[in-house]
Antibody, heavy 128, light 106 residues
Framework: EVQLVESGGGLVQPGGSLRLSCAAS????????MSWVRQAPGKGLEWVSA????????YYADSVKGRFTISRDNSKNTLYLQMNSLRAEDTAVYYC?????????????????????WGQGTLVTVSS | DIQMTQSPSTLSASVGDRVTITCRAS??????LAWYQQKPGKAPKLLIY???SLESGVPSRFSGSGSGTEFTLTISSLQPDDFATYYC????????FGQGTKVEIK
């Protein structure tokens, strides 16, 4: 059974930093691109960032480019999102999400950008 | 950027009703469209991909159609478990979501 479990959310002041983690199980982690998608309170969904299975390729939404860094540790089956220079508008539930396309090499790119499995989310609140 | 517009924003319906939600793209996205269902406090769940392909395990009362810029999600006979918010998402160019359609009890 595919499981994605996010952690690391919390309250942070504007300008601060936070690192989110997503522990994956139930599938060959290194063979799938992964993404972070966020949802501001009471709002819709926004794709944030994606990374290839190997970790060698990454994409970012313009709203977070230069402030957020996506990475992965395939030996630990874990996805990360390092968030710096946080703003009030970054307040949201952050979901990690799995790409449906299997690629044994881990180099398939770009990702499909739709998601067959999602974690339960972790809340990030940016406020003074 | 490709914009996605869903209609209506809210839909009131009864169990057994046939329900249709529309999603329009600001430019052609071929058939690169997905639909998700989200319940309060839960993660989205994939229902449909490539405009009309039903995700494994999803009940057959859900169906999708369309191509280019206009798409629909249809629930043939609304069940109690279907009251939720539905999002479309284009994945022709990265991925952008519609604003959501809340299906509520009439």
């Amino acid at each position: 059974e595919v499981q994605l479990v996010e952690s690391g959310g919390g309250l942070v002041q504007p300008g601060g930093s936070l690192r989110l983690s997503c522990a994956a199980s139930g599938f060959t982690f290194s063979s799938y691109a992964m993404s972070w998608v966020r949802q501001a309170p009471g709002k819709g969904l926004e794709w944030v960032s994606a990374i290839s299975g190997s970790g060698g390729s990454t994409y970012y939404a313009d709203s977070v480019k230069g402030r957020f860094t996506i990475s992965r540790d395939n030996s630990k089956n874990t996805l990360y999102l390092q968030m710096n220079s946080l703003r009030a508008e970054d307040t949201a539930v952050y979901y990690c999400a799995k790409d449906p396309y299997y690629d044994s090499s881990g180099y398939y790119w770009p990702p499909t950008y739709y998601f067959d499995y999602w974690g339960q989310g972790t809340l990030v609140t940016v406020s003074s | 950027d490709i914009q996605m517009t869903q209609s209506p924003s809210t839909l009131s319906a009864s169990v057994g009703d046939r329900v249709t939600i529309t999603c329009r793209a600001s430019q052609s996205i071929s058939s690169w469209l997905a639909w998700y269902q989200q319940k309060p406090g839960k993660a989205p769940k994939l229902l449909i991909y490539k405009a009309s392909s039903l995700e494994s395990g999803v009940p057959s009362r859900f169906s999708g159609s369309g191509s280019g810029t206009e798409f629909t999600l249809t629930i043939s006979s609304l069940q109690p478990d279907d009251f939720a918010t539905y999002y479309c998402q284009q994945y022709n160019t990265q991925g952008t979501f519609g604003q959501g359609t809340k299906v509520e009890i009439k």
